[in-house]
Nanobody, 115 residues
Framework: QVQLVESGGGLVHPGGSLRLSCAASGFTFSNYVMNWYHQAPGKGRELVASIVVPVGVTSYADSVKGRFTISRDNAKKTVYLQMNSLKPEDTAVYYC????????WGQGTQVTVSS
């Protein structure tokens, strides 16, 4: 079955960086678009970044353009989110997502940006 396991979250000061990872299994990873979403307290889940196949074209929410970079390693079946210049408003739970008919989600990883 599909499994998505996120890691790499934590507490960081404003202006800092984090790198999130999502290890995937249970499907042919290299065939699918992979997404990162976040959900801030009291808000809905929002799409942050996507990476398509096979050429790895990426897209980003306006709020993170120029600061976040999504990438993937098909051999490791892993998708990454490099987050730089973090702001307090980036505080959220970050989820890895696969859309394959249904939506599949990982358990999420908490990112807190605070001084």
């Amino acid at each position: 079955q599909v499994q998505l396991v996120e890691s790499g979250g934590g507490l960081v000061h404003p202006g800092g960086s984090l790198r999130l990872s999502c290890a995937a299994s249970g499907f042919t990873f290299s065939n699918y678009v992979m997404n990162w979403y976040h959900q801030a307290p009291g808000k809905g889940r929002e799409l942050v970044a996507s990476i398509v196949v096979p050429v790895g074209v990426t897209s980003y929410a306006d709020s993170v353009k120029g600061r976040f970079t999504i990438s993937r390693d098909n051999a490791k079946k892993t998708v990454y989110l490099q987050m730089n210049s973090l702001k307090p408003e980036d505080t959220a739970v970050y989820y890895c997502n696969l859309h394959r008919g249904n939506d599949y989600w990982g358990q999420g990883t908490q990112v807190t940006v605070s001084s």
